[in-house]
């Protein structure tokens, strides 16, 4: 028994997590290794008995009494520990995961690597532990890795040189960690010999504190810095890292940034500055990079050298800042990106200074975003030099006039948003955007516009003019004023059109002939008067119909001759009856919400019940035994209704809403059978009271007395 206490006497709660059951086992003997000592004092006290005195018996006597008690009282609780102890062995930590050559030990509490890992580990993850300080100890002697993950820890140390020998690691995350502790030593963490992936954002690192991580780093390619405190980018901040080709510096602080602090990176192709406190970039002359985001910084001029050597850039952010003017680009470039969305752009000039260049070279330009500015105009002059340009948005600007009448710009765009500007004047030439697909103008309040300007648009698809003030053409009609209406017949290749809050109150007929729309949304025009053949020429093509909150009452065209039609939205209107529809109709969804309906047709809901797949009915005052054969339809069909937890029906005058879930046709038939009842009884009283009344008339002429008289 002395050899299985030694040792043991020691045993903590920390001992045990290391050790498993084998050291609970240990930490129980060394208790009891306790009370033999203490035993042990107890026998020495007796022996001290048989060499006293008489006289000093009775104290000695007392003596051993008290400590017989203690180590009794002390004995019983440590026993009963024990067995507690025993009956439940600690939690032991979860293993990590071990799929081939890679180890998952993430968010397990640790504080180093756990001791069996296999040998030759390839991939270690572990993050979202407790290490602090990272040494060889804590990774076990392991140096085969070629991914390290030890994000989100509390790493506060690093050893000297762990990494040398580590010549196969090529990704090494220590993100989230507090590596700004680190810094302050002023050591290098030694050479990074193979690490071609490094990430060291949100470690509190402040300006030159990178520079310990990245001084021998020859292969470092990829690099994050971002969300750390730094406020200058020094001239040899990366002179350790040479083969730097990404580097991400998002959510800093930098104000400053020296000259040629990249000039040694010849490989660098991607860098990310933003959410920084830059004010402003002149003569820029990175030509071999493709990637710049200087978003969210503080940014009011932007300039390029007056070089005419070619740059490589091909994506360049700069949204939200604070630029009063379009960024001064290098006239050789291979820029197809731009965005300067959301600063303070007056007008499309690229200086205010007359004398210097101010023409927009953008040759390879795809899409340009100059939304939520200032502009009031753009010329056409300014896309001159855009031959490729796809997407043009200056939504939210103060725009009031737009014209292209120019044949030879704008030849290979596709998409031009002028969404809430202030137009007042929309103006396209003969044979212009021949490739433009996609037009938003709503929110513009427009009112007057060539009616035959969408006809100019051989190739639109989406045409958005919601939130304007247009009437539509009838198209069996001459206009004579061609700012009076505008016509959306003929356009020969549009399928969405969007017309909802334009005040519209007549849809005339054959408003749409000759276009295979789609979607039509005709929604928000409260009052609108829609003609009986209103959709005339969109039967074969109209799929979706929204006419959402127009007041309507009836409508007086028939939708059962739109074969397409799918989906129709007919909520918040005062409907009180159904549209006519055959079994021919192809109705999958059916939005009847917030209406006025109590009885819905039978016919109607047969036609539809072979198509009809989603249907919405909350908020319509429905009677639950005028419906029954729907109610029917609804508890037994795949039909699924959405908001049927608010859609409910009245079984008489007086009664509460009943969800139509709920209702059988027994809750119908028990008034029904009441009334004739009731019914019978009126009768059988009435016919009972003319008989008697019969019967006493009778009883009367009886007892009438014979006055006849003889002569």
Same mark, same amino acid.
């Given at each position: 028994?002395?050899?299985?206490?030694?040792?043991?006497?020691?045993?903590?709660?920390?001992?045990?997590?290391?050790?498993?059951?084998?050291?609970?086992?240990?930490?129980?003997?060394?208790?009891?290794?306790?009370?033999?000592?203490?035993?042990?004092?107890?026998?020495?006290?007796?022996?001290?008995?048989?060499?006293?005195?008489?006289?000093?018996?009775?104290?000695?006597?007392?003596?051993?009494?008290?400590?017989?008690?203690?180590?009794?009282?002390?004995?019983?609780?440590?026993?009963?520990?024990?067995?507690?102890?025993?009956?439940?062995?600690?939690?032991?930590?979860?293993?990590?995961?071990?799929?081939?050559?890679?180890?998952?030990?993430?968010?397990?509490?640790?504080?180093?690597?756990?001791?069996?890992?296999?040998?030759?580990?390839?991939?270690?993850?572990?993050?979202?532990?407790?290490?602090?300080?990272?040494?060889?100890?804590?990774?076990?002697?392991?140096?085969?890795?070629?991914?390290?993950? &030890? =994000?989100? !820890?509390? /790493?506060?140390? %690093?050893?000297? +040189?762990? *990494?040398?020998?580590?010549?196969? #690691?090529?990704? $090494? @995350?220590?993100?989230?960690?507090?590596?700004?502790?680190?810094?302050?030593?002023?050591?290098?963490?030694?050479?990074?010999?193979?690490?071609?992936?490094?990430?060291?954002?949100?470690?509190?690192?402040?300006?030159?504190?990178?520079?310990?991580?990245?001084?021998?780093?020859?292969?470092?390619?990829?690099?994050?810095?971002?969300?750390?405190?730094?406020?200058?980018?020094?001239?040899?901040?990366?002179?350790?890292?040479?083969?730097?080709?990404?580097?991400? &510096? =998002?959510? !800093?602080? /930098?104000?400053? %940034?020296?000259? +040629?602090? *990249?000039?040694?990176?010849?490989? #660098?192709?991607? $860098? @990310?500055?933003?959410?920084?406190?830059?004010?402003?970039?002149?003569?820029?002359?990175?030509?071999?990079?493709?990637?710049?985001?200087?978003?969210?910084?503080?940014?009011?001029?932007?300039?390029?050298?007056?070089?005419?050597?070619?740059?490589?850039?091909?994506?360049?952010?700069?949204?939200?800042?604070?630029?009063?003017?379009?960024?001064?680009?290098?006239?050789?470039?291979?820029?197809?990106?731009?965005?300067?969305?959301?600063?303070?752009?007056?007008?499309?000039?690229?200086?205010?200074?007359?004398?210097?260049?101010?023409?927009? *070279?953008?040759?390879?330009?795809?899409?340009?975003?100059?939304?939520?500015?200032?502009?009031?105009?753009?010329?056409?002059?300014?896309?001159?030099?855009?031959?490729?340009?796809?997407?043009?948005?200056?939504?939210?600007?103060?725009?009031?006039?737009?014209?292209?009448?120019?044949?030879?710009?704008?030849?290979?765009?596709?998409?031009?948003?002028?969404?809430?500007?202030?137009?007042?004047?929309?103006?396209?030439?003969?044979?212009?955007?021949?490739?433009?697909?996609?037009?938003?103008?709503?929110?513009?309040?427009?009112?007057?516009?060539?009616?035959?300007?969408?006809?100019?648009?051989?190739?639109?698809?989406?045409?958005?003019?919601?939130?304007?003030?247009?009437?539509?053409?009838?198209?069996?009609?001459?206009?004579?004023?061609?700012?009076?209406?505008?016509?959306?017949?003929?356009?020969?290749?549009?399928?969405?059109?969007?017309?909802?809050?334009?005040?519209?109150?007549?849809?005339?007929?054959?408003?749409?002939?000759?276009?295979?729309?789609?979607?039509?949304?005709?929604?928000?025009?409260?009052?609108?008067?829609?003609?009986?053949?209103?959709?005339?020429?969109?039967?074969?093509?109209?799929?979706?119909?929204?006419?959402?909150?127009?007041?309507?009452?009836?409508?007086?065209?028939?939708?059962?001759?739109?074969?397409?039609?799918?989906?129709?939205?007919?909520?918040?209107?005062?409907?009180?009856?159904?549209?006519?529809?055959?079994?021919?109709?192809?109705?999958?969804?059916?939005?009847?919400?917030?209406?006025?309906?109590?009885?819905?047709?039978?016919?109607?809901?047969?036609?539809?019940?072979?198509?009809?797949?989603?249907?919405?009915?909350?908020?319509?005052?429905?009677?639950?035994?005028?419906?029954?054969?729907?109610?029917?339809?609804?508890?037994?069909?795949?039909?699924?209704?959405?908001?049927?937890?608010?859609?409910?029906?009245?079984?008489?005058?007086?009664?509460?809403?009943?969800?139509?879930?709920?209702?059988?046709?027994?809750?119908?038939?028990?008034?029904?059978?009441?009334?004739?009842?009731?019914?019978?009884?009126?009768?059988?009283?009435?016919?009972?009271?003319?008989?008697?009344?019969?019967?006493?008339?009778?009883?009367?002429?009886?007892?009438?007395?014979?006055?006849?008289?003889?002569?």
């Amino acid at each position: 028994m002395q050899d299985i206490l030694t040792g043991c006497d020691g045993w903590t709660a920390a001992g045990a997590e290391r050790c498993g059951g084998e050291s609970q086992l240990r930490g129980a003997f060394g208790g009891f290794a306790w009370l033999l000592s203490i035993c042990e004092w107890v026998c020495e006290r007796a022996e001290d008995v048989k060499s006293t005195r008489s006289g000093g018996f009775e104290k000695i006597s007392h003596q051993l009494k008290v400590s017989t008690m203690a180590a009794v009282q002390l004995l019983f609780p440590l026993l009963v520990s024990c067995v507690a102890a025993f009956a439940h062995p600690p939690r032991h930590i979860p293993a990590c995961q071990v799929v081939q050559m890679d180890v998952f030990c993430s968010n397990l509490n640790l504080r180093s690597v756990p001791v069996d890992l296999p040998r030759g580990v390839q991939m270690l993850d572990l993050s979202r532990n407790q290490v602090q300080n990272l040494t060889q100890e804590t990774l076990a002697y392991h140096t085969s890795f070629n991914h390290l993950n &030890l =994000h989100s !820890n509390k /790493i506060h140390f %690093i050893q000297p +040189g762990l *990494f040398k020998d580590m010549i196969d #690691l090529r990704v $090494l @995350d220590l993100s989230r960690n507090h590596l700004n502790v680190f810094a302050h030593s002023r050591v290098n963490i030694g050479p990074l010999t193979a690490v071609e992936s490094l990430d060291l954002s949100s470690n509190g690192l402040y300006t030159g504190m990178s520079d310990y991580f990245l001084a021998d780093s020859p292969s470092l390619a990829n690099l994050s810095l971002n969300s750390n405190s730094i406020t200058k980018i020094a001239q040899n901040t990366f002179s350790g890292s040479s083969s730097l080709e990404r580097i991400s &510096l =998002h959510n !800093n602080v /930098i104000l400053e %940034i020296e000259d +040629g602090a *990249f000039d040694s990176l010849s490989h #660098l192709t991607e $860098l @990310d500055l933003s959410k920084n406190s830059i004010t402003c970039i002149t003569d820029f002359n990175l030509c071999n990079l493709k990637v710049l985001n200087l978003s969210k910084n503080s940014m009011e001029l932007f300039q390029s050298t007056m070089s005419t050597d070619p740059y490589k850039l091909q994506i360049l952010d700069l949204s939200e800042n604070k630029m009063h003017y379009f960024p001064l680009l290098p006239r050789n470039n291979m820029l197809q990106y731009l965005d300067v969305s959301r600063n303070r752009l007056h007008s499309v000039n690229v200086t205010a200074n007359a004398d210097r260049r101010t023409t927009v *070279f953008l040759y390879h330009l795809r899409y340009l975003d100059m939304s939520y500015n200032q502009l009031q105009f753009i010329p056409q002059s300014f896309f001159y030099c855009m031959a490729s340009l796809e997407v043009l948005n200056v939504s939210n600007n103060c725009i009031s006039s737009f014209s292209l009448t120019n044949e030879a710009l704008l030849q290979t765009v596709k998409i031009i948003n002028l969404s809430y500007n202030s137009l007042q004047s929309l103006t396209f030439g003969e044979n212009t955007l021949t490739s433009l697909e996609e037009l938003l103008l709503q929110g513009n309040d427009l009112n007057t516009l060539d009616n035959q300007i969408f006809q100019r648009l051989p190739s639109i698809r989406h045409l958005y003019l919601q939130e304007n003030n247009l009437e539509i053409c009838d198209s069996s009609q001459n206009h004579k004023d061609p700012q009076e209406c505008v016509s959306f017949s003929s356009v020969p290749n549009l399928q969405f059109l969007y017309l909802s809050e334009n005040n519209l109150r007549t849809l005339p007929s054959n408003a749409f002939a000759d276009t295979p729309l789609k979607l039509l949304d005709l929604s928000l025009n409260p009052g609108l008067d829609m003609h009986e053949d209103s959709f005339s020429g969109l039967e074969s093509s109209l799929v979706h119909l929204l006419l959402r909150e127009n007041n309507i009452s009836s409508l007086n065209t028939d939708l059962s001759s739109l074969k397409s039609l799918k989906h129709i939205d007919l909520s918040t209107n005062q409907l009180t009856t159904l549209p006519m529809w055959n079994k021919e109709s192809s109705i999958e969804s059916l939005n009847l919400q917030n209406n006025n309906l109590v009885t819905l047709e039978p016919s109607t809901m047969f036609a539809l019940e072979h198509s009809l797949k989603t249907l919405y009915m909350g908020s319509n005052p429905l009677s639950c035994c005028s419906n029954l054969d729907f109610l029917h339809m609804v508890q037994n069909s795949a039909l699924v209704i959405p908001d049927i937890e608010t859609v409910t029906c009245v079984l008489d005058d007086y009664s509460e809403p009943v969800n139509i879930g709920k209702v059988t046709e027994e809750m119908c038939q028990r008034p029904s059978i009441q009334n004739y009842v009731i019914t019978v009884v009126l009768v059988a009283l009435l016919t009972l009271i003319v008989l008697g009344l019969l019967i006493k008339c009778c009883q009367l002429r009886k007892q009438k007395p014979n006055r006849s008289f003889n002569a």
